[in-house]
């Protein structure tokens, strides 16, 4: 399958990971969208649960699009955080394929749980089992359907694994409320469950920020 014009879409088809996000978001919830492309999931809550939400991106084509698809949407960089937001601002907070792309990820996740209610995260899984098989019988760097790029011009800069996010949210006070599994094949539903580091293709975390 090709991507489209629209993030997070497979020959028009909405990602998977990203209609399992539409089902989690109550209707008229308050959204922010960090890193939203062309608005393509903003436009999808707005049709099918009537969210109140706006976009923050970098790229300017993507936001001219954004605008075009009748997106609100804000020109920012990510890495310098959302200082401009106050506390519990929004319902939810999304960052969908996003984070092992930015250069502060520490920073992006303390910022979402603090702007948002809940924060909703979604990534591919660097340690799925056929990345694993690329490295051991190729010796090069994998491409997949979800991370198509080559090592040269991969936005990717911080590969991580569902193991090491996990671990990431216990060491940053982050409570996983809920994580689901996303995998790629048949025998892949029966062990992504089990054994997620290795059988999920990719995964959505539902986060909040933990309490004193």
């Known amino acids: 399958m090709k991507m489209s014009g629209t993030k997070g879409c497979f020959d028009g088809v909405l990602r998977r990971d990203l209609r399992t996000v539409v089902a989690l978001i109550e209707p008229k919830s308050r959204v922010l969208d960090l890193g939203c ?47 401009e937001y106050p506390n519990h601002s929004f319902d939810y907070v999304l ?9 502060k990820p520490a920073v992006m996740m303390r910022e979402m749980v603090r702007v948002g209610r809940l924060g909703i995260v979604t990534m591919p899984n660097f340690a799925h089992w056929r990345i694993r098989l690329q490295f051991v019988f ?7 359907r ?10 990717n800069i911080h590969l991580v694994t569902l193991s ?7 060491r940053h006070d982050i409570e996983i409320l809920r994580q ?13 469950d089990f054994w997620p580091n290795l059988f999920a293709e990719s995964a959505v975390f539902v986060l909040q920020g ?3």
């Open 37 to 83: 492309g062309d608005g393509g999931l903003l436009g999808v809550l707005n049709r099918e649960r009537g969210i109140s939400g706006h976009g923050i991106e970098r790229s300017f084509e993507a936001i001219v699009r954004s605008i075009e698809n009748g997106v609100s949407v804000i020109q920012a960089d990510l890495d310098e955080g959302l200082g």
């Open 95 to 103: 960052l969908s394929h996003t984070l092992q792309t930015v250069h």
């Open 138 to 144: 190729r010796g090069r760097m994998p491409k997949t």
């Open 146 to 155: 979800l991370l198509p790029y080559s090592w040269y011009d991969t936005p």
């Open 164 to 170: 090491d996010f996990c671990w990431f949210c216990r």
């Open 180 to 192: 689901i599994n996303l995998p790629s094949s048949r025998l892949g539903r029966l062990l992504a």
């Open 210 to 212: 933990k309490t004193e």
